[in-house]
């Protein structure tokens, strides 16, 4: 079992910055994916970024340019830089760690994920 703990939401202004942390502890020896997800008022949970062990990245279109996903291995952390927000960045941000199977994948679904935290909420005022 891995456990993954957010951190670094709150609440900013349009065009300003967050940066999300997220730390996993437990069954960090495997090669985990990372990814960030968030569910906005009234919506579904949707894909954010995705970051393999070997640091390949991947965006949803609707923050790319903007978000910028990071690991540090050592720290067993993952982040999530983001910039230039938008009202319709406010969300419930969500953690979740995969099981690498292989070195080809990208992680973008949610039933990729075997670990989730708990979620950070990032409200964006106008």
């Known amino acids: 079992q891995a456990q993954l703990v957010e951190s670094g939401g709150g609440a900013v202004q349009a065009g300003g910055s967050l940066r999300l942390s997220c730390a996993a502890s437990?069954?960090?020896?495997?090669?985990?994916?990372m990814g960030w997800f968030r569910r906005g008022p009234g919506k579904g949970r949707e894909f954010v970024a995705t970051i393999t062990w070997r640091t390949r990245t991947f965006y949803d279109d609707s923050v790319k340019g903007r978000f910028t996903i990071s690991r540090d291995n050592a720290k067993n952390t993952v982040y999530l830089q983001m910039n230039s927000l938008d009202t319709e960045d406010t969300a419930v941000y969500y953690c979740a760690a995969a099981t690498e199977t292989s070195g080809f994948a990208l992680y973008t679904r949610e039933d990729q994920y075997d670990y989730w935290g708990q979620g950070t909420q990032v409200t964006v005022s106008s």
């Open positions: 437990g069954r960090t020896s495997s090669r985990l994916a």
